[in-house]
């Protein structure tokens, strides 16, 4: 017999183990009706993916430092640019201020032989350095910028799939992200400080190291790596851990930052790298402006697109509609992107407004819920807590539709009857939708669900194992 046979249970002992999670089920749902005086009825239980369907919001915001967010579109070039090698300055208000990206080295094996290259970062750079923050975001928030990930949790995030090219990528992207200078000449600016820092430089990561699986993290992080090259490529089930740089961590925990879509700055960049570039741009000019419009010819030169074709109005027209036509109806901080082309005196333009009512969204129910499933629970929350049932102008759901939408009838249920017991009847609760609210909170996170609104994650002070300190 194999060493994979072994592994695997036999009939029997699959038959037994089944057994043995129905009497579990039963016995579950016979004491929860016993407690329960509420009645109850059969719904489906939707899964956490099927609940963040509801409201991405909740999840595919990050908030990355403010004077990175904002110098981005310069920061990270398109990886197809002939100057992802060389050193990029951007001067800014006068000749004293300027940004340069100054190019690091990176090291990869091919047939036995190192390759050293020299690269700056790029859009495949952000994609990576984006998850880095998302994932520091819900282990979190460490004040040390310490981030510990596997290569899959990466590939998660960037809905890419697990593979050698996948790994040597990440390995390549990560040494280029620690070893690529940013420099910041009086433009780096702190919170509640208007002037910038005289001299100021640093890269977006300090520090890379593989994770022994046999050590804990915080022992493993005072102990020096001698090694020049940390390995990371195929080493398909380790983890890692990047330290992200202090300067960009205190900026975001004090609070100079900006919330940016990640998920739809993926989307952008998966379809093109030039017109994620723009996207970054179209994020930071209209959190302040609701128009923004720039020549097609100048717009073209900003992302670095250049070549003989383009001086023919014909081939720049047809660029401009492939980033209307990838932009259009994108989120960013302040709303919704809408885009189009209009004629110039002298050159067609690029036109981009900040709408900031979104358009009706189509809010599916599982099929197996019902639309009568969640009146009853939308019935029940009226009925005992008061809370408002009034339709959206928008189309989309009221906040107690989304209740009943997003969990299982058993959660709602369980907050219904601790809310009755405690709260419905006290002439000192005031605020009774805020109290059921905070039950509701409660029960989601004993379930191991993701609240619909806004939520520390497991720094929630509604977390279970944060009340029972």
């Given at each position: ?17 089944e ?45 990355p ?53 020299e ?25 040390d ?11 998660k ?25 940013i ?9 509640g ?14 520090y ?17 790596d ?21 300067n ?91 885009a ?6 002298n ?23 019902g ?28 906040l ?6 997003s ?44 609240w ?18």
């Amino acid at each position: 017999m194999s060493a994979n046979n072994k592994k695997q249970p036999s009939d029997n002992m699959r038959k037994r183990l089944e057994e043995v999670r129905q009497r579990i089920e039963k016995s579950t749902q016979k004491t929860r009706k016993e407690k329960d005086t509420l009645p109850t009825k059969k719904f489906a239980i939707l899964n956490e993916s099927k609940q963040l369907d509801f409201y991405p919001d909740t999840v595919e915001t990050i908030r990355p430092e403010l004077n990175v967010a904002r110098h981005a579109d310069f920061i990270f070039t398109s990886p197809k640019s002939k100057n992802v090698s060389k050193r990029r300055e951007r001067k800014l208000n006068n000749s004293n201020e300027f940004i340069a990206v100054i190019a690091g080295t990176t090291v990869s094996e091919k047939n036995g032989e190192r390759i050293f290259e020299e690269r700056t970062p790029t859009v495949t750079s952000a994609r990576i350095f984006y998850a880095l923050l998302q994932l520091w975001e819900q282990q979190g928030k460490r004040s040390d910028g310490w981030v510990v990930f596997s290569g899959r949790d990466i590939f998660k995030i960037l809905n890419t799939k697990a593979g050698k090219k996948s790994y040597d990528i990440l390995r390549r992207e990560l040494f280029v992200l620690k070893s690529s200078n940013i420099y910041w000449s009086f433009c780096y600016k702190y919170k509640g400080k208007i002037e910038g820092e005289s001299e100021q430089m640093f890269s977006l990561i300090s520090y890379i190291k593989r994770i022994n699986k046999n050590l804990n993290f915080e022992t493993e992080v005072q102990i020096k790596d001698t090694k020049n090259i940390v390995k990371i490529a195929s080493q398909f089930y380790d983890r890692f851990a990047v330290q992200i740089d202090k300067n960009i961590i205190l900026g975001i925990l004090q609070g100079h930052n900006k919330p940016f879509y990640l998920k739809d700055y993926l989307t952008v960049s998966e379809k093109s790298f030039d017109a994620s570039i723009l996207y970054t741009k179209i994020d930071l000019y209209l959190s302040t402006k609701r128009v923004w419009r720039r020549e097609v010819t100048g717009l073209l030169e900003d992302l670095g697109i250049s070549g003989q074709r383009y001086k023919k109005l014909a081939h720049r027209r047809k660029k401009a509609e492939e980033f209307v036509d990838i932009l259009n109806s994108k989120r960013i901080s302040t709303g919704l992107i809408k885009a189009t082309l209009e004629k110039g005196a002298n050159d067609l333009l690029f036109r981009v407004e900040r709408i900031t009512n979104r358009s009706p969204r189509t809010w599916d129910v599982h099929q197996t819920l019902g639309s009568e499933g969640v009146e009853y629970l939308v019935s029940e929350m009226v009925k005992w807590v008061g809370m408002p049932n009034k339709k959206n102008e928008d189309g989309t759901p009221n906040l107690v539709t989304r209740y009943a939408m997003s969990y299982p009838e058993t959660v709602i249920l369980d907050a219904l009857s601790r809310f009755r017991a405690d709260a419905m009847n006290d002439t000192k609760v005031s605020n009774k939708i805020g109290v059921f609210t905070s039950y509701l909170h409660k029960q989601v996170h004993l379930n191991k669900l993701q609240w619909i609104g806004k939520c520390e994650g497991k720094n929630c002070k509604y977390q279970p194992n944060l009340l029972s300190r």
